[in-house]
């Protein structure tokens, strides 16, 4: 059921098993294995949760059979999220026999769904823990490790971990995430974010261009801000000041250093301001993309979904960022097949893609979950064949709309961001421009690094990849 055609900020790393840096085994006489699933929010969560533990005494290791410790970050979006974990667990069943004294933990969004009936349903687990309990990780350690099973879901309306300096665990050492934000105060009625991430709270302004800083100081070169809802950010510093809004957030954020680019994940349609569109289109290190999830593009269903906007309303919106920002790409999430979804209603979806001409989008099925609204107002009614077919169609249409945006691309110079080898080849380096499109270039004599900014030509174009080559210097 879950498809995605293409890579993207917002789920980069959907279900890709992430490998934990190795620290220094001299400096640890513990070490803990860590998975994320699910959003960018859960791997940046790891990272929180990698620098608690490493206060603890535990050093993260990429061998899992050496663990004291298996932690997994879990998602609880789709019901496929949560069965791949499942799976997981059970995989982990043979390191256990191996190591009778080895913790399983739960961490993230279905910890926090299933809370303590996660116990009962899957007997190896040994800790439980929701995404705002992370403090409590070296109490809840102890506790297992005398024999107890832990559980900590309590869910905050303060906490940012604002104060806690993430331990990196992705090894490019070139772009980061930085969470601005936790929680989610809409109610998108098929949506489980609420209640696994509580209500909406800002992190410090401070501690966020602190945190940038560091980053830039560390030899970073782009910062991704995150949140389930970037735009309603708000922080009050104190009564005397005025509020930072998202647009202050990103400018301060921008002016941090002209060399570092600034990405953002996810807008609201709903909330995005001509403010942000403003301060993007102001600074060059803004990276002009914006990932607008539209789910639907019929306003009967949006207006089941709760998502607030219309048809019309959304494509306005996408107008406006195209007045501000001609060169400003845009992607989505859709969801087809929600709760009375008709093929007319379809067609609205199919519709509004022309016209908005994505550059990707990441594409579901409905899936129903627990406990949220439409589970308890609708009916999931749609046929899964209905499902499958009108994912197929809106798949088939978002590789047309990709591969005509990057044919446009052929015969442009776009500087790119050197991320490393290509996937395919060393012999050939790959990046992304400002639009986030990944272009793909050959190695020559020039002395490139990763890190660097260069000019490439683009000459070629496929649905996933511009390829192109340097600008002679
Ligand atoms: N905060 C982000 C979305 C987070 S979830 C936003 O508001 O856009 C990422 C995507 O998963 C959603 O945009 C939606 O397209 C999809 N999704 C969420 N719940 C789903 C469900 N029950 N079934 C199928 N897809 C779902
Ligand atoms: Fe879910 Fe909607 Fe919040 Fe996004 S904005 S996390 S889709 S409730
Ligand atoms: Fe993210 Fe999945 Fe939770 S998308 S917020 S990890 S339910």
């Given at each position: 059921m879950e498809t995605l055609i293409s890579k993207d900020i917002n789920e980069a790393k959907q279900g890709e098993v992430y490998a934990p840096f190795a620290n220094d085994p001299n400096t640890y006489n513990k070490k803990f294995y860590i998975e994320s699933?699910?959003?960018?929010?859960?791997?940046?969560?790891?990272?929180?949760?990698?620098?608690?533990?490493?206060?603890?005494?535990?050093?993260?290791?990429?061998?899992?059979?050496?663990?004291?410790?298996?932690?997994?970050?879990?998602?609880?979006?789709?019901?496929?999220?949560?069965?791949?974990?499942?799976?997981?667990?059970?995989?982990?069943?043979?390191?256990?026999?191996?190591?009778?004294?080895?913790?399983?933990?739960?961490?993230?969004?279905?910890?926090?769904?299933?809370?303590?009936?996660?116990?009962?349903?899957?007997?190896?687990?040994?800790?439980?823990?929701?995404?705002?309990?992370?403090?409590?990780?070296p109490s809840l350690i102890e506790e297992a490790e005398s024999g107890q099973k832990s559980v900590n879901v309590l869910l905050s309306r303060e906490e940012t971990y604002a104060d806690i300096s993430p331990v990196r665990l992705n090894q490019n050492g070139i772009t980061a995430f930085v969470s601005i934000m936790r929680g989610c105060n809409n109610m998108c009625s098929f949506c489980v974010v609420p209640f696994t991430r509580g209500r909406e709270r800002s992190r410090d302004a401070a501690s966020i261009i602190e945190e940038c800083k560091q980053l830039v100081a560390e030899g970073y070169k782009e910062v991704t801000l995150l949140g389930q809802n970037v735009d309603s950010y708000h922080y009050q510093p104190g009564t005397e000041t005025e509020a930072i809004t998202f647009d202050k957030l990103l400018e301060m954020v921008a002016l941090i250093d002209p060399q570092l680019r600034v990405r953002f994940s996810t807008s609201h349609p709903k909330d995005i301001t001509d403010?942000?569109?403003?301060?993007?289109?102001?600074?060059?290190?803004?990276?002009?993309?914006?990932?607008?999830?539209?789910?639907?593009g019929n306003t009967r269903i949006l207006q089941l979904m709760n998502r607030t906007y219309t048809k019309e309303w959304y494509l306005s919106k996408v107008k406006r960022i195209k007045e501000i920002m001609p060169d400003c790409a845009i992607s989505s999430d859709i969801i087809v097949g929600f709760c009375t979804e008709t093929e007319a209603d379809h067609q609205d979806t199919l519709d509004i893609m022309r016209q908005s001409k994505?550059?990707?989008?990441?594409?579901?099925?409905?899936?129903?979950?627990?406990?949220?609204?439409?589970?308890?107002?609708?009916?999931?009614?749609?046929?899964?064949?209905?499902?499958?077919?009108?994912?197929?169609?809106?798949?088939?249409l978002q590789g047309q709309l990709s591969l005509a945006s990057n044919l446009q691309d052929i015969g442009k110079t776009f500087e790119v961001l050197v991320e490393g080898d290509s996937k395919?080849?060393?012999?050939?380096?790959?990046?992304?421009?400002?639009?986030?499109?990944?272009?793909?270039?050959?190695?020559?004599?020039?002395?490139?690094?990763?890190?660097?900014?260069?000019?490439?030509?683009?000459?070629?174009?496929?649905?996933?990849?511009?390829?192109?080559?340097?600008?002679?210097?």
């Amino acid at each position: 059921m879950e498809t995605l055609i293409s890579k993207d900020i917002n789920e980069a790393k959907q279900g890709e098993v992430y490998a934990p840096f190795a620290n220094d085994p001299n400096t640890y006489n513990k070490k803990f294995y860590i998975e994320s699933y699910g959003c960018a929010m859960n791997f940046s969560d790891s990272e929180i949760v990698a620098s608690i533990l490493n206060d603890k005494g535990f050093g993260a290791t990429r061998i899992i059979e050496e663990a004291d410790l298996i932690f997994i970050n879990t998602c609880s979006i789709r019901e496929k999220a949560e069965q791949t974990v499942r799976n997981k667990l059970q995989n982990y069943a043979v390191f256990k026999k191996t190591n009778p004294s080895l913790l399983v933990g739960v961490l993230g969004c279905m910890a926090e769904r299933l809370k303590a009936k996660l116990l009962e349903e899957e007997k190896l687990v040994d800790i439980v823990v929701g995404p705002d309990a992370y403090r409590s990780l070296p109490s809840l350690i102890e506790e297992a490790e005398s024999g107890q099973k832990s559980v900590n879901v309590l869910l905050s309306r303060e906490e940012t971990y604002a104060d806690i300096s993430p331990v990196r665990l992705n090894q490019n050492g070139i772009t980061a995430f930085v969470s601005i934000m936790r929680g989610c105060n809409n109610m998108c009625s098929f949506c489980v974010v609420p209640f696994t991430r509580g209500r909406e709270r800002s992190r410090d302004a401070a501690s966020i261009i602190e945190e940038c800083k560091q980053l830039v100081a560390e030899g970073y070169k782009e910062v991704t801000l995150l949140g389930q809802n970037v735009d309603s950010y708000h922080y009050q510093p104190g009564t005397e000041t005025e509020a930072i809004t998202f647009d202050k957030l990103l400018e301060m954020v921008a002016l941090i250093d002209p060399q570092l680019r600034v990405r953002f994940s996810t807008s609201h349609p709903k909330d995005i301001t001509d403010e942000v569109l403003h301060v993007m289109a102001k600074y060059p290190n803004i990276c002009k993309y914006i990932h607008l999830p539209v789910q639907s593009g019929n306003t009967r269903i949006l207006q089941l979904m709760n998502r607030t906007y219309t048809k019309e309303w959304y494509l306005s919106k996408v107008k406006r960022i195209k007045e501000i920002m001609p060169d400003c790409a845009i992607s989505s999430d859709i969801i087809v097949g929600f709760c009375t979804e008709t093929e007319a209603d379809h067609q609205d979806t199919l519709d509004i893609m022309r016209q908005s001409k994505y550059e990707f989008s990441y594409m579901y099925a409905y899936s129903e979950r627990p406990g949220t609204l439409a589970a308890k107002r609708y009916q999931d009614d749609v046929s899964e064949a209905d499902k499958m077919r009108r994912l197929d169609e809106i798949i088939a249409l978002q590789g047309q709309l990709s591969l005509a945006s990057n044919l446009q691309d052929i015969g442009k110079t776009f500087e790119v961001l050197v991320e490393g080898d290509s996937k395919k080849s060393n012999k050939d380096w790959s990046g992304r421009n400002s639009q986030n499109k990944m272009i793909v270039f050959p190695k020559t004599d020039a002395p490139i690094t990763k890190g660097m900014y260069v000019q490439v030509t683009v000459t070629k174009a496929s649905q996933a990849t511009l390829i192109g080559h340097l600008v002679d210097a």
